[in-house]
């Protein structure tokens, strides 16, 4: 089976937390990997965007009951209906997480990871400091994530 990661983070990102998760997307799906976010924009749409573009696979988990709202980056569309809540699912169907930049709804999600006995990374600054591991660059959270992956999360 291949390896799930969740990439979590902004949909209103700055332009280096859409470079990081670009990078962080291409240098997973070169690696094999699905990358399942929420499948809206900012960093969710980068991380699919390079992801796909790199020949892997993604799966949106969208918020609404609409599969049409998911970004063009997303192939496996999920329209939850579920709002927010939905946060729960996102990174619940990974292996690991990482969270790139983001703002409030990242934070949920990185504690709901977290709560779940995922391990989670951050790239870039999330909205408070956590104790967690940080990574330089996408690929290192690709490595990361892929190698907590193959560990069986």
Known sequence: ?????SVV????????EIELAEELGAALGRLG???????????????SR???????????????????????WVEIPLATGMGETRN????????????VGGEWGTLSEIALAKKMGKEV????????????????????AAEW?????RRGG
């Open 1 to 5: 089976m291949r390896p799930r990661i």
């Open 9 to 16: 983070g902004a949909g209103q990102a700055t332009p280096r």
């Open 33 to 47: 990997a699905i990358v399942i976010t929420g499948g809206l924009g900012g960093v969710m749409a980068a991380a």
């Open 50 to 72: 390079g992801c796909l573009e790199a020949g892997g696979t993604t799966v949106g988990v969208l918020p609404g009951t609409d599969p049409e709202a998911a970004n063009p």
């Open 88 to 99: 729960a699912l996102v990174v619940r169907m990974g292996e690991a997480v990482v969270a």
């Open 121 to 140: 990374a951050l790239l870039s600054d999330p909205p408070c400091d956590l104790r967690l591991p940080r990574m330089r660059d996408g690929r290192e």
């Open 145 to 149: 994530a892929m190698e907590v992956a």
